[in-house]
């Protein structure tokens, strides 16, 4: 089903719709569920938080990419989960090296969520994503965005594990100077 019917039949409150979502995308976010929580049951839970807060939401408000708005939903849900499970303890190994990785890039600075209003930063990363080699800027949101691990984005890929790292650590790098250039930080 298109999403623009899928987007239709919530706003006429028709419950074919979360059929739809599950049906359409329902693996797509339970894999992302699953990176962030790495437990199937959470991942469910995540997907059911997903589409419940789905149906809350639209309507008002009607997403122009609904794959989008799904995914970062259901990063937002896996997300809480790990964090209410781990009671502010370390929860998966993975998601946390991967945002450690992240915010190396913009580590000498402090805490970027307490210093930067995200929205700018968001605005940023978007801007520079679309000057990084298509090929690069898929590494970089696979890992950063999905928290995929480095051997599953080796083998996505096509690159080895050790040209993955080299190309992420070299992509946090021109992050931070890009970040650098346009004053973000002081």
């Not at 945002?99 to 930063?121: H, Q, R, T, Y």
Request: charged share 35%; with cysteine.
């Amino acid at each position: 089903m298109q999403d623009g019917k899928i987007i239709e039949l919530l706003f006429k409150r028709d419950e074919k719709a979360i059929g739809a979502l599950k049906e359409k995308y329902g693996r797509y976010l339970l894999k992302i569920a699953y990176n962030i929580v790495g437990d199937t049951l959470d991942s469910e839970e995540a997907l059911d938080d997903v589409l419940l807060s789905v149906w809350n939401a639209i309507p008002p408000n009607s997403p122009s990419d609904l794959k989008s708005y799904l995914a970062k939903l259901t990063r937002r849900s896996a997300i809480d989960i790990l964090r209410k499970k781990s009671g502010g303890k370390r929860g998966n190994p993975e998601l946390d090296i991967s945002a450690d990785e992240f915010f190396e890039a913009v580590s000498d600075f402090g805490n970027p969520e307490e210093e930067l209003d995200l929205k700018i930063l968001a605005d940023a990363l978007n801007k520079w994503l679309g000057t990084v080699k298509r090929e690069h800027r898929k590494i970089f949101v696979m890992r950063y965005f999905y928290a995929d691990k480095i051997s599953d984005i080796a083998k996505y890929t096509g690159f080895s594990e050790t040209n993955v790292k080299t190309v992420l650590c070299r992509l946090r790098s021109e992050l931070k100077d890009y970040l650098m250039r346009r004053n973000l930080f002081y």
